[in-house]
């Protein structure tokens, strides 16, 4: 079984980056597709890249270009660089697997990391 757990949140300013880690155990990581999710307070949470087996990406259309999701299978991590950040980037972000891309991309995703806080100030 697969475990996930999300480092490298933080406060930040508004124009500044951050980059997001998730590790993961488990001798599946990859075949699995990889994803980003955020949940700001109050919001649902929403999908915000991912990565497939394959090294193929797609992103949310609030995030594209500002955010590169890419991942190490020696290390089993996943990344997510966030460049030019905005403080409606602020959000509870989770990392999620799934052996499907497509579902991995949902919130119906296999696995799911607790979440690292990522707060952008103005």
């Known amino acids: 079984q697969v475990q996930l757990v999300e480092s490298g949140g933080g406060l930040v300013q508004a124009g500044g980056s951050l980059r997001l880690s998730c590790a993961a155990s488990?001798?599946?990581?990859?075949?699995?597709?990889m994803s980003w999710f955020r949940q700001a307070p109050g919001k649902e949470r929403e999908f915000v890249a991912v990565i497939s087996w394959s090294g193929s990406t797609y992103y949310a259309g609030s995030v594209k270009g500002r955010f590169t999701i890419s991942r190490d299978n020696a290390k089993t991590t996943v990344y997510l660089q966030m460049n030019s950040l905005k403080p409606e980037d602020t959000a509870l972000y989770y990392c999620?697997?799934?052996?499907?891309?497509?579902?991995?991309?949902?919130?119906?995703?296999?696995?799911w990391g607790q979440g690292t806080q990522v707060t952008v100030s103005s």
């Open positions: 488990g001798r599946t990581f990859s075949s699995y597709a």
């Open positions: 999620a697997g799934d052996p499907s891309t497509a579902q991995a991309m949902g919130v119906n995703a296999h696995y």
